[in-house]
């Protein structure tokens, strides 16, 4: 099992001079807990619900001139659609993230991939995932 079968493919992003009353107003449409940053075109960021609640809120920033670039990641974790399972898990594991951003080679965002959505792949998938990626070289 490959990422692209799994990964949400409809992707919401934000530009980072918007803010982040207008970040958290989206997340909250979409019932969603990230947002990639995307400046001309260009992945540079991942804005998440915790980053809003721990760089802003608990700051005391006032979240309607506060900008997304003032809270947002800037080292953003990424894998490839073709990507086995296991690469999403180690990375997740290895950086200590929820969420990865699924780019193309140019590194366009094409969908997400989070922990949730691998907790939803039964144990057994898993482990011939895992024993396919070690079978085959990325």
């Not at 309607?64 to 086995?84: H, L, Q």
Request: charge should be negative; include cysteine.
């Amino acid at each position: 099992m490959r990422i692209r079968d799994l990964m949400t493919k409809s992707l919401e992003t934000i530009g980072p001079d918007e803010p982040l009353r207008q970040a958290a107003e989206r997340m909250r449409i979409h019932s969603i807990g990230a947002l990639p940053v995307m400046e001309g075109g260009q992945l540079v960021g991942m804005l998440t619900d915790r980053d809003i609640t721990v760089r802003s809120t608990a700051m005391g920033k006032d979240p309607n001139v506060t900008r997304v670039r003032d809270a947002m990641t800037s080292a953003v974790i990424t894998c490839g659609p073709d990507d086995p399972l296991s690469e999403a898990e180690r990375l997740m594991e290895d950086w200590m993230v929820r969420r990865l951003i699924v780019v193309d080679s140019e590194r366009h965002p094409l969908g997400l991939i989070s922990l949730d959505d691998l907790a939803t792949v039964p144990g057994e998938r898993m482990v011939e995932a895992r024993e396919e990626a070690q079978r085959s070289p990325l």
